[in-house]
């Protein structure tokens, strides 16, 4: 059982180019994320998915487009890479966004570094 | 919108101590969930505790314990008996929750706390 697991872990990208981030869960989750940390700062959510089929923005979308492949699945793509991109990009899942009482615990992937110059 | 507040940029204890660090937030709404959550050097998102608000019982996890006051809005973590691998940077985090108790599963987080444990 990999949990959620990221590729690339590192990545660096020249201004302009294009990168898709994969990232995949075993857990059967319903709800996956896409969060960004940048240092001095807590993690930022771009967008996430409720439930397969569904995705929408969260705090910081701009620059960035999601596809929920499947319910394992959840990509996030950098279409022209920008320097204030620059950051560490995690992965998360849970069992539902919606629909279940009480706090639903997010589940972390090990992060993609990524670095544009 | 929410906010929290971690206003402890970093923190240091001595192994076998206790340490507490402060968390605030900002909202309206009465359901909701607070996390910490522990970030080691391996950049690893690790769910260390959860409260309810509707809950007045302070959550406690073997050596973590909150003291989560609703009308202040704060929400601190107590670790007792300091251990070497607690040195982390640690985020306290919001998730709202609707009237019926269910969740929209986001997390609003701190810019967090790095603690540090000395041998």
């Known amino acids: 059982n990999a949990g959620v697991t990221q590729t690339p872990k590192f990545q660096v990208l020249k201004t302009g180019q294009s990168m898709t981030l994969q990232c995949a869960q075993d857990m059967n989750h319903n709800s996956m994320y896409w ?40 990509s996030l793509r950098l279409e022209s890479a920008a320097p204030s991109q620059t950051s560490v990009y995690f992965c998360a899942s849970s ?20 670095t544009v110059l | 919108a929410q906010t929290v507040t971690q206003s402890q940029p970093e923190m240091s204890v001595q192994e076998a101590e206790t340490v507490t660090l402060s968390c605030t937030y900002d909202t309206s709404e009465n359901n909701y969930y607070l996390f910490w959550y522990k970030q080691p050097p391996s950049r690893q998102m690790i769910l260390v505790i959860r409260q309810e608000a509707y809950k007045q019982q302070n959550a406690t996890e ?15 973590l107590k670790i007792s008996d300091s251990q070497l691998g607690d040195t982390a940077m640690y985020f306290c985090a919001f998730m709202r929750a609707n009237a019926g108790g269910t969740s929209y599963g986001k997390l609003t987080f701190g810019q967090g706390t790095i603690l540090t444990v000395h041998p």
């Open chain 1, 35 to 74: 969060y960004r940390q940048d240092p001095g700062m807590g993690l930022r959510l771009i967008y996430y998915s409720a439930s397969e089929g569904t995705t929408d923005k969260g705090e910081v979308p701009n620059g960035y487009n999601v596809s929920r492949l499947n319910k394992r699945e959840f």
């Open chain 2, 62 to 76: 073997n050596r973590f314990s909150v003291n989560f006051q609703k009308a202040a809005k704060s929400f601190s």
């Open chain 1, 95 to 114: 069992k539902s966004a919606v629909g279940l009482a009480g706090g639903n615990e997010q589940f972390f992937g090990p992060g993609t570094r990524l």
